[in-house]
């Protein structure tokens, strides 16, 4: 009976403590570890909040690599660009500065429960693109005809996409066996310019960009080196005695050619009261040549040689000066509308014959015809003329003829090939009397 007794007492006894017994909260994160894209050179931080911590600890792990980092607010690691901190409650910060490549990878907050508790956050290291130096870039020479290859490495984090450009806008040329391309733009690190020709010469740009602003750039320049080739647009230039007159040559060399005139007997035309020369580039590898003579006197007539020589070669070319005689002052004209369309009998002088006047008639219309089907047969003739009214042109308002200084106006030389031509240009050039 007393044994039953003390059983029950003591099963009361060890209900009561075990009432009494509180049971353990465990430490929990009550927010997860943020990831992180960062450029290069910049800071950032890792924040891991953790609630009912007690006596455990916090730990930083880079988990990729396994290294201890941190304990609590003691550093492990010795890196300078690491540190920890702690609010005195319920946050740690991991810090890292001037953040590097290396520096990517996965970051771990733990605490040292059993069994353990961790969150885990990334860290991804983004670096702008930059352009490795290369000896193209310092510029590279070929023959008209020749081959280039430029190269252009990148470098950078995501890996840079590289493109290429002209720099004045213009298209890339590229050649094979096949075919010729012409494209606003190239991708690739290497850009092969192959039968380059002058007009593909001059600066192509190198433009580097990935995800992380901002995109380089690299200038690379293309010269193509060729003999000067001269070329002139007006051959035959007429202008009346005490005017100025400009004579013109276009030149195309690479490298730039020394440009020089001459007369035909050798002598060099250096500038003074008579001569003024002046160039002007009209791009890489075009200039035009200008040559004014002043006051022109009769001697300055004839021909004048544009030179032009680099180091591949020479060529020379011809502008001839030829004296215009301009008409006579004469009072002003008026002219007016003939309204009788009725044909006339024309007077024919005794001992001519009709037939032979319209015969001559009828072979200079062929000429003119001729001419006028073969404009760029030979160069072009500059005149000043006074103006003029064409045979078989009417007017509906009186037309004055003035007697003013007259303009420049281009004429083909093609029209002078046949004599006839020349006396019917030569008489509308002559005062006229109606």
Same mark, same amino acid.
């Given at each position: $009976?007393?044994?039953?007794?003390?059983?029950?007492?003591?099963?009361?006894?060890?209900?009561?403590?075990?009432?009494?017994?509180?049971?353990?909260?465990?430490?929990? *994160?009550?927010?997860?570890?943020?990831?992180?894209?960062?450029?290069?050179?910049?800071?950032? *931080?890792?924040?891991?909040?953790?609630?009912? =911590?007690?006596?455990?600890?916090?730990?930083?792990?880079?988990?990729?690599?396994?290294?201890?980092?941190?304990?609590?607010?003691?550093?492990?690691?010795?890196?300078?660009?690491?540190?920890?901190?702690?609010?005195?409650?319920?946050?740690?910060?991991?810090?890292?500065?001037?953040?590097?490549?290396?520096?990517?990878?996965?970051? $771990?907050?733990?605490?040292?429960?059993?069994?353990?508790?961790?969150? $885990?956050? %990334?860290?991804?290291?983004?670096?702008?693109?930059?352009?490795?130096?290369?000896?193209?870039?310092?510029?590279?020479?070929?023959?008209?005809?020749?081959?280039?290859?430029?190269?252009?490495?990148?470098?950078?984090?995501?890996?840079?996409?590289?493109?290429?450009?002209?720099?004045?806008?213009? /298209?890339?040329?590229?050649?094979?066996?096949?075919?010729?391309?012409?494209?606003?733009?190239?991708?690739?690190?290497?850009?092969?310019?192959?039968?380059?020709?002058?007009?593909?010469?001059?600066? %192509?740009?190198?433009?580097?960009? &990935?995800?992380?602003?901002?995109?380089?750039?690299?200038?690379?320049?293309? +010269?193509?080196? *060729?003999?000067?080739?001269?070329?002139? #647009?007006?051959?035959?230039?007429?202008?009346?005695?005490?005017?100025?007159?400009?004579?013109?040559?276009?030149?195309?060399?690479?490298?730039?050619?020394?440009?020089?005139? %001459?007369?035909?007997?050798?002598?060099?035309?250096?500038?003074?009261?008579?001569?003024? $020369?002046?160039?002007?580039?009209? &791009?890489?590898?075009?200039?035009?040549? &200008?040559?004014?003579?002043?006051?022109?006197?009769?001697?300055? *007539?004839?021909?004048?040689?544009?030179?032009?020589? /680099?180091?591949?070669? !020479?060529?020379?070319?011809?502008? #001839?000066?030829?004296?215009?005689?301009?008409?006579?002052?004469?009072?002003?004209?008026?002219?007016?509308?003939?309204?009788?369309?009725?044909?006339?009998?024309?007077?024919?002088? !005794?001992?001519?014959?009709?037939?032979?006047?319209?015969?001559?008639?009828?072979?200079?219309?062929?000429?003119?015809?001729?001419?006028?089907? &073969? +404009?760029?047969?030979?160069?072009?003739?500059?005149?000043?003329?006074?103006?003029? =009214?064409?045979?078989?042109?009417?007017?509906?308002?009186? =037309?004055?003829?003035?007697?003013?200084?007259?303009?420049?106006?281009?004429?083909?030389?093609?029209?002078?090939?046949?004599?006839?031509?020349?006396?019917?240009?030569?008489?509308?050039?002559?005062?006229?009397?109606?």
């Amino acid at each position: $009976m007393a044994a039953r007794k003390l059983a029950a007492l003591l099963a009361a006894i060890l209900q009561l403590c075990l009432c009494q017994i509180t049971p353990e909260v465990l430490p929990e *994160f009550l927010a997860p570890l943020e990831n992180h894209t960062v450029i290069q050179g910049r800071d950032v *931080f890792f924040t891991c909040v953790v609630n009912h =911590l007690q006596s455990y600890k916090v730990a930083w792990i880079k988990s990729d690599s396994r290294a201890i980092l941190a304990i609590h607010t003691h550093m492990v690691a010795h890196n300078n660009r690491l540190s920890v901190t702690h609010n005195g409650h319920n946050t740690w910060k991991l810090h890292v500065s001037n953040v590097q490549k290396n520096d990517s990878g996965t970051y $771990m907050c733990q605490v040292n429960t059993d069994p353990m508790r961790s969150q $885990m956050g %990334y860290m991804q290291v983004v670096i702008p693109p930059d352009i490795m130096d290369d000896e193209s870039a310092d510029g590279m020479v070929t023959h008209e005809g020749g081959n280039i290859r430029l190269r252009c490495v990148a470098t950078g984090s995501p890996k840079p996409t590289v493109t290429w450009k002209r720099e004045d806008g213009r /298209n890339i040329i590229l050649r094979d066996e096949i075919q010729k391309q012409s494209i606003k733009s190239f991708v690739g690190e290497t850009l092969e310019l192959t039968g380059v020709q002058r007009q593909e010469m001059g600066t %192509y740009l190198c433009i580097a960009s &990935n995800t992380v602003p901002p995109s380089v750039s690299k200038r690379y320049s293309v +010269d193509v080196h *060729f003999q000067p080739v001269i070329k002139v #647009r007006n051959q035959l230039v007429a202008a009346p005695v005490d005017s100025d007159v400009v004579l013109q040559c276009y030149v195309e060399a690479s490298p730039q050619a020394m440009n020089t005139w %001459y007369k035909p007997s050798g002598e060099k035309l250096l500038p003074s009261d008579k001569y003024a $020369m002046s160039e002007y580039a009209l &791009n890489d590898y075009s200039w035009q040549m &200008n040559l004014t003579v002043k006051s022109l006197e009769k001697r300055d *007539f004839g021909e004048y040689v544009c030179s032009s020589v /680099n180091a591949l070669g !020479k060529m020379d070319s011809t502008v #001839r000066l030829q004296e215009l005689h301009l008409s006579a002052k004469t009072t002003p004209t008026t002219l007016t509308k003939n309204t009788d369309l009725r044909p006339r009998k024309k007077l024919v002088p !005794k001992g001519k014959k009709k037939n032979s006047i319209n015969g001559r008639r009828g072979h200079a219309g062929g000429d003119d015809a001729d001419s006028a089907g &073969n +404009d760029d047969d030979l160069g072009t003739t500059q005149i000043m003329a006074g103006s003029t =009214l064409q045979e078989g042109q009417r007017t509906d308002r009186p =037309l004055v003829v003035p007697s003013l200084s007259p303009p420049w106006v281009i004429l083909n030389t093609a029209n002078f090939r046949h004599p006839s031509v020349s006396a019917i240009l030569l008489l509308l050039l002559l005062p006229t009397t109606l």
